[in-house]
C-alpha cells in the first residue's frame, strides 16, 4: 500500500439525549446560550472523510432527502468555518450515512458536524484545543461544542 495516498478517516456521530435544558439567554450570533446535561446514544449517522483538493459533500441512508448535501448541511458549513480559519487547510469529500430523524431534537446534524471538525483536525493534525476548531464548532451551531466533546472516534 502507497503510504503517500492519503486514507479515508471514518467518524461516528451519536444521537445526543437532552437529560435537562435550560436556554440561558440568546448569544450576539443568534445561536442560544445553553446549560444541558446530555447523554449521547448508540444510534448514530456515519461520516467519512476522503482527502482531496476540493470541499465536497454526499449524502445517502434512510433519511438522507432531508439532510440537503449543499451549503446549509452542517457539516459543510463547520468544514467552511474551519477552513477560513486555518490556512491549507486539507480537506477532501465527505460521505455522510444519514439515519438519524432530521429536525428531530436530537442534535443529529450538530453531532454531524462535530465529527466533520473532528475529522479534519485528524487530517491536519490539530489538537482538539486548536482555538479556530473551538471558533468553528460555536459558529456552527449551539450544540456542536458538546458533540465535539466526544472527541476522536
Known sequence: MDKSVPQPLV????????LTL???GRRSDGYHALESLVAFAGASDGLRLEPGP????SVDGPTAGLAGEGGDN???RAARLLAER???LRVGSFSLTKRLPVAAGIGGGSSD???ALRLLARL????SSH???QEAARLTGADVPCAWSLGPA
Open 124 to 127: 491536519n493534525d490539530l489538537p
Open 113 to 115: 458536524a462535530a465529527a
Open 54 to 57: 476540493n470541499l465536497h459533500l
Open 22 to 24: 435550560h436556554i440561558r
Open 74 to 76: 452542517l457539516v459543510i
Open 11 to 18: 467518524d461516528r456521530a451519536p444521537a445526543k439525549i437532552n
Open 131 to 133: 482555538p479556530a476548531i
Open 86 to 88: 486555518v490556512e491549507g
